[in-house]
């Protein structure tokens, strides 16, 4: 029987990173050697005293009841003894903190609490497609901000029209920029401080990459005075100690904003496994070696893949930051119709531009989560393929 799927659901586009893999799985089965460089999962295994931590929270029966809504208080004070000592800032761990089940079930959620039918929300384009669908599924509308190569892939908010930003409840900006790679300093952060308090915007900063960086340690969004008034920011423990399998992010900032993402979050999920937790306090009490030794891996890999890929003649947007390389599709090709070439005539899975929205076509997405010698070996193919 065909069962009748609410409209929510009719218009919603498979997720980008399942069809991916649908179409990867596909290739597998035809025996080819598949390299894959399409989601950000890092290959690096979470350091061993994270690990260790898990196995000795999950054997403690206390932790085996339903976990805190909002996350176990030495959880969140753990979260503002990093933001202290990693940005300066401040956070009041009873208040200004709430533990997510990874930061994307979050950023799913934050619309759901301040976007009513009709509102609109700005949506950075490319970008992670869970802030356009989580709008969409708050009954919101999506307004585009393109993110431009001449603008360093930061937003113009002189563009946005008065009127939209007069019905705009909340926007979503992420630095370090997935898919871009690119960075945002300061001056852009009290752009948007300025831009928000003057129409009364919710500001949701998805900073999960910001330990994944080369040169300077990128800044929070809540460095900027006021911010705290208008914004929340999300962090991932995913990207930053390999943990992207374990589920556990969180968002920081503005009481009242965290007060209503708890009030969804309340009625929909029961937190995060205490065990988890306790882990995760682990991971944020770490030495900064920890995610140092990250950082080392990827640069080297990032130097090798691009050295690869300008022999093979292909452009790419230097980057600064995250594990991805954003690079121009040849002459010739839609960002599709090169992702696919790759796909069945290179066996190397990228991520096209236009997934990440119409501002990203013309340009493909390479994740450095696979080690230098497959590296190699897939600059190497792409080199064939087009040369
Ligand atoms: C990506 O590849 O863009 C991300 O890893 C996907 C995710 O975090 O859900």
Not at 335 to 361: C, N, Q
């Amino acid at each position: 029987m065909r069962n009748r799927w609410a409209e929510r659901i009719k218009k919603l586009p498979p997720y980008l990173f399942a069809e991916i893999d649908r179409l990867k799985e596909e290739q597998i089965a035809n025996g080819v050697d598949v390299i894959d460089l399409g989601v950000g999962d890092p290959d690096i295994q979470t350091p061993f005293h994270i690990v260790e931590k898990m196995i000795e929270a999950v054997r403690d029966p206390s932790n085996h009841r339903y976990p805190s809504y909002y996350g176990m208080l030495d959880f969140r004070k753990a979260v503002a003894a990093w933001y202290r000592r990693r940005f300066g800032v401040t956070i009041n761990p009873e208040s200004e903190v709430i533990s997510l089940i990874g930061s994307k079930e979050g950023i799913a959620h934050i619309p759901l609490a301040f976007v009513d039918p009709g509102d609109i929300a700005l949506v950075p384009d490319p970008g992670y497609p869970v802030y356009r669908v989580s709008v969409v599924f708050a009954g919101g509308n999506p307004y585009t901000m393109p993110l431009r190569l001449e603008n360093g892939f930061l937003p113009d908010l002189s563009e946005i029209p008065k009127h939209i930003a007069e019905r705009t409840k909340l926007m979503f900006i992420n630095y370090p920029n997935n898919p871009t790679t690119a960075v945002a300093g300061k001056d852009f952060f009290k752009e948007v401080v300025k831009f928000a308090d003057k129409y009364g915007i919710v500001v949701c900063h998805d900073a999960a990459y910001s330990e994944i960086y080369f040169d300077e340690a990128p800044v929070s969004f809540l460095e900027i005075d006021g911010a705290k008034d208008i914004g929340i920011e999300f962090h991932s423990l995913s990207k930053t100690f390999n943990m992207t399998g374990w589920r556990i992010g969180f968002a920081v900032g503005n009481a009242d904003i965290i007060r209503a993402l708890g009030h969804v979050k309340t009625n929909i999920d029961s937190g995060v496994f205490q065990a988890i937790q306790r882990a995760a306090i682990a991971a944020l009490e770490s030495d900064e070696g920890v995610a140092q030794l990250s950082r080392d891996i990827y640069r080297r890999r990032r130097d090798i893949f691009i050295n690869g890929l300008k022999q093979a003649g292909i452009k790419i947007f230097y980057p600064k930051a995250t594990f991805y390389i954003w690079a121009h599709t040849p002459s010739g090709y839609t960002s599709t119709d090169f992702a696919l070439s790759l796909l069945k005539k290179s066996g190397i899975v990228a991520t096209p531009g236009i997934g990440f929205g119409s501002f990203g076509e013309g340009f493909i997405r390479f994740s450095l989560t696979i080690n230098e010698d497959r590296l190699k070996e897939a600059s190497d193919r792409i080199g064939k393929l087009i040369l």
